[in-house]
């Protein structure tokens, strides 16, 4: 069973940080791009961050640039987004997602193959 399974989420205060894990299982994501989405209440899916395979090429939305951080670990078989200085807006669940096919598929998540069920950022004022 292939499977990703997202921790790290929590209730947390205005400036607080995280770190999200995402650990995969059932074979080596060695050379898959990882991303983070997330969807806020009431809000469609969104895009947060990705990562190449060789963790060379890193990309992410204009909301959570310079304050997120995402790396990956791939001897553990495991990747991550630190998140700094969250805002309220930040607050959704969190989601990995894995694509096999693509060097690096980008903020489309039609591109991913793999999820993750999420976890839950909560971000008080």
């Known amino acids: 069973q292939v499977q990703l399974v997202e921790s790290g989420g929590g209730l947390v205060q205005a400036g607080d940080s995280l770190r999200l894990s995402c650990a995969g299982s059932?074979?080596?994501?060695?050379?898959?791009?990882i991303a983070w989405f997330r969807r806020a209440p009431g809000k469609e899916l969104e895009f947060v961050a990705a990562?190449?395979?060789?963790?060379?090429?890193?990309g992410y939305a204009d909301s959570v640039k310079g304050r997120f951080t995402i790396s990956r670990d791939n001897a553990k078989n495991t990747w991550y987004l630190q998140m700094n200085s969250l805002e309220p807006e930040d607050t959704a669940v969190y989601y990995c997602?894995?694509?096999?096919?693509?060097?690096?598929?980008?903020?489309?998540?039609?591109?991913?193959?793999?999820w993750g069920q999420g976890t839950q950022v909560t971000v008080s004022s």
């Open positions: 059932g074979r080596t994501f060695t050379n898959d791009a």
């Open positions: 997602a894995a694509s096999t096919t693509r060097y690096y598929p980008g903020s489309n998540s039609v591109d991913y193959d793999y």
């Open positions: 990562i190449s395979r060789s963790g060379g090429t890193t």
